[in-house]
């Protein structure tokens, strides 16, 4: 079956700007991650959706993100007033349960970039 | 909170020879899970193997397989036979089994050569 989606896969804003990130997960997983990259540097935790609601968002780095999930599916990572230190991968996983030790699919990432 | 170490930041390997890459990590917890994932150029995660920490037996899978030391909190990843396909960015993470999010360690950039 199909693996986890994201788009755009670059994208490239202005500070100041928003910009809005998108995750179709794998059919059925109920359990959804964000992830983000910087540059040369591993996987930092954002947010864990199970269905629609997020039990840890403690990973968030400001107010500036949020993000939200509908229909137990799609998730859009959403960042306002975009600062350049936000440049990095964002990463979407899902995995196909709560989350307890299962392993997580990942999708192809996000490249922003914010000029 | 959990911690993980990945004290290689690069290694390079003959094709057709052995490799391992080295991940510790530090917890209280007693069950957890333990995952190396590469990531090639395309950015795409691949999940590589996984241990749980309640099984003593190590995990395998083809060409690839771990040392799970969990009174010593190591996990090493040992490739045998290295191909050149194997060459990517190699992460190990922790799970816990009652959270969610999975700690990742800084990654081993793998170079296989021919």
């Known amino acids: 079956g199909a693996g986890v989606s994201q788009s755009p896969s670059n994208k490239v804003t202005e500070k100041g700007k928003d910009v809005e990130l998108r995750c179709d997960p794998i059919s059925g997983h109920t359990a959804l991650y964000w992830y983000r990259q910087s540059l040369g540097q591993g996987l930092e935790f954002l947010i864990y959706f199970q269905g629609n609601s997020a039990p840890d968002k403690s990973g968030l780095p400001s107010d500036r993100f949020s993000a939200e999930r509908t229909g137990g599916s799609v998730s859009t990572l959403t960042i306002q007033r975009t600062q350049q230190e936000d440049s990095a991968v964002y990463l979407c996983?899902?995995?196909?349960?709560?989350?307890?030790?299962?392993?997580?699919?990942f999708g192809p990432g996000t490249r922003l970039l914010v000029l | 909170a959990q911690t993980v170490t990945q004290s290689q930041p690069e290694m390079s390997v003959q094709e057709a020879e052995t490799v391992t890459l080295s991940c510790t990590y530090d917890?209280?917890?007693?069950?957890?899970?333990l995952f190396w994932y590469k990531q090639p150029p395309s950015r795409q995660m691949i999940l590589v193997i996984r241990?749980?920490?309640?099984?003593?037996q190590n995990a395998t899978e083809n060409r690839f397989s771990v040392n799970f030391q969990k009174a010593a909190k190591s996990f090493s990843l040992k490739i045998s036979d290295s191909q050149l396909g194997d060459t990517a960015m190699y992460f190990c993470?922790?799970?816990?089994?009652?959270?969610?999010?999975?700690?990742f360690g800084e990654g081993t950039q793998l170079t296989v050569n021919p």
């Open positions: 241990q749980e920490a309640y099984k003593q």
């Open positions: 917890t209280s917890e007693s069950n957890y899970y």
């Open positions: 996983a899902s995995s196909s349960n709560r989350g307890l030790g299962e392993t997580q699919y």
């Open positions: 993470a922790f799970g816990q089994s009652s959270g969610s999010r999975l700690t």
